[in-house]
């Protein structure tokens, strides 16, 4: 709920990346005490700094999460910590593994660390559905930091509520494909696919905003909250958008060519939110999937969640395995989602 927000102090990591710069318009109008973003973008900072130089609850500060040490002392007096901050892109942390480890592994691990000494109430890690039976590096370093996240919870005592979400493609962000197709086809094409065969979960930057948002609270100790989403064919998607977008520069749909270039490294054909492991100690909700800790979990939680479906679900969540949505559909969700705008 909003109020629950009401009078807490708050750190943002990575509030310069699209969904961080999300929550922290979010968690503002849910009037927190204060919010604190630290991130190692310097110009961006700067600039997002510039829009709230009038809201004196707003605190944003240069720093990394693979510094142990400003973690430590930016969680000072913090109630929730809200980690958002990631290396996202697959190819880049296959070229650079080590860094991967650094920013999604130990970087979590130093989230954790910085909670529990600083007695922080809540903490939530933004995953992805890479996370789920990896193929990359990317999606490998997201699942150990589930794992960190899950494990913290163990020490013992009245210490922090730890917990992850697991978030589908964010049409729409920096890192999606919607800005480099309609490039693409303002450019004249082609529009650029690695495979015809590939699926994908998709989200809106507000829903996996919501996810966060109502996850902090409703979590009780190491659980993985995804959010029921479409799917799309990714070869959909670029004939949605040519079609919607082709017309405004004066070119037929059927002008704009597609080239498939072959999948890169570690990318799969469909994604997969959860896997077989999981589907026994997976509680359905209306609006969520709960992935309950495979060691340690209290039976008497369901209730903690609201109105539960299902105790357990019988078909592992995968885009392979969901009917996705039509063309004509994906025209309507992007125009709706105001996905085409920019």
């Not at 990317?138 to 013992?156: H, V």
């Amino acid at each position: 709920m909003e109020s629950d927000w009401k009078g807490l102090r708050v750190l943002i990591t990575g509030p310069c990346g699209t969904v961080g710069r999300e929550l922290l318009t979010q968690i503002l109008d849910r009037g927190p005490a204060e919010v604190v973003g630290i991130d190692n973008n310097e110009s961006e900072l700067f600039l997002l700094g510039r829009e709230y130089r009038d809201r004196p609850e707003v605190h944003l500060l240069l720093g990394d999460v693979r510094d142990p040490s400003v973690l430590m002392r930016r969680a000072r007096d913090i109630d929730v910590m809200v980690h958002t901050a990631a290396l996202k892109h697959v190819g880049l942390c296959e070229e650079s593994p080590r860094d991967a480890v650094l920013t999604n592994i130990i970087g979590v691990q130093n989230v954790i660390d910085a909670a529990h000494e600083n007695d922080v109430s809540r903490v939530l890690f933004t995953s992805s559905d890479k996370a789920v039976n990896p193929t990359s590096v990317m999606g490998t370093s997201k699942l150990m930091g589930e794992r960190l996240m899950t494990a913290a919870n163990r020490r013992g005592g009245n210490g922090p509520v730890f917990a992850s979400t697991r978030f589908g493609n964010v049409l729409g962000s920096r890192g999606s494909v919607i800005p480099l197709f309609a490039e693409q086809i303002r450019n004249g094409g082609p529009v650029t696919l690695t495979d015809d065969r590939m699926s994908r979960f998709i989200m809106t930057l507000p829903d996996a905003v919501q996810l966060v948002v109502d996850s902090v609270f409703m979590a009780q100790g190491g659980e993985v909250f995804v959010t029921k989403m479409p799917v799309i064919r990714i070869r959909d998607l670029a004939t949605a958008m040519i079609h919607e977008l082709a017309p405004r520069d004066g070119r037929s749909p059927e002008d704009i060519a597609v080239d498939v270039m072959g999948a890169r490294p570690g990318e799969k054909m469909y994604e997969e939110l959860l896997n077989e492991e999981e589907k026994r100690r997976t509680l359905e909700l209306d609006r969520f999937f709960v992935v309950r800790p495979a060691i340690g979990s209290r039976d008497d939680l369901p209730d903690a969640y609201g109105p539960v479906l299902a105790e357990s679900i019988e078909v592992a969540y995968n885009s392979a395995q969901v009917d996705p949505m039509t063309v004509d559909a994906l025209r309507t969700y992007l125009r709706a989602h105001g996905l085409l705008d920019g």
